[in-house]
């Protein structure tokens, strides 16, 4: 039986998130089978279950490790000593380069999230919600203190949020500019939107 | 058997595109049956054949419907004399109020074109990379006039049409601003975004 093939630097766990992210960004959480993975991974199915328990397994690990992250960032940014607006464009960079870098295990927790099962699925959404409402408080606190245009915060964004899953776009295009023109590109319109 | 209700003002075969609208936004193309629509309508499926021949047609007049409305619009705004940044202004503005008073066709034009059958399929698909093209040609007068700054057109674009996608969210949201107000500050970030 085929052994799961690993870098040196990741676990066998790591190797089978990745191979899922893939398969879920391709045919979806829904239609996505074991059996198609494990053909992903090149083992047999049983081998997976070395390693993980269930399909709905690895959407959590998908979901709450892509959340871990953006959470992480956001309290560094929250105690950082910068200005909103520079909060805010350090947060919407971070935004475009995990969507750049990360794609498919980003667009995977952005569009299947709601397939979790309980009590993960309620405590996604609270988690979601909360990041929101952190990342508003910000762009308020830019307009409180006369960095921001007045707009309404939520809105604000409402408006980023989607615009950077634009990045999928960019993806599946092919011709492109380079990732870097990108980021910066939408950094300009985004943080001259604000700005007051 | 129970006849196709109407207004005064609507067709039958209108009557039925609404509710194809309503249901594929709700269950998804691929998911919806005839029957589902028929049970939307309160007729039997029977009843459904003498207007419209099947779910694929649906599907083709809504997207082309849509297709349609918006190409007229930009062709008058193409013609017209207003400066870049106000025909780029008025563009925002129809493209936030369709997805706002015609959520449910401009939902189901945008995320299920892609289940049209050929030849349809591929006139969408150039029609959508014209449209794209055409909105960044307006961009680009824009920067070599001098009224927008240089940034990619391209990536302008993709940035604006995802955004405006984000009234999905406000659709579903439950303490919502209003409309008009949503349109100002979607209008206010990115008009002052793209200024120069």
Known sequence: MARIQTDKDKSRKEVILRAAAHLFHKKGYKSAS????????????????????????????????????YWEHLHEIEKSKASPIEK?????????????????????TDREWKHLEEPYLTNYRN???????????????????????????????????????GVESWHRSYQKIDATELENNMVTIFINGLKK
């Open 127 to 165: 988690q979601r919600r909360d990041y929101r409402k952190s990342l508003a408080a910000i762009i308020q606190e830019g307009i409180d203190t006369g960095y921001v245009q007045f707009i309404d915060a939520s809105t604000a964004v409402l408006i980023i949020l989607h615009a950077i899953t």
């Open 34 to 69: 074991m059996r198609d993975l494990a053909s992903q991974v090149g083992v047999e199915a049983a081998s997976l279950y070395n390693h993980i328990r269930s399909k709905t397994e690895l959407l959590h690990d998908i979901c709450f490790n892509t959340a871990n992250l």
């Open 88 to 108: 805010i464009e350090k947060l919407i960079r971070f935004h475009i380069r995990q969507i750049i870098e990360h794609y498919e295990e980003v667009y995977v």
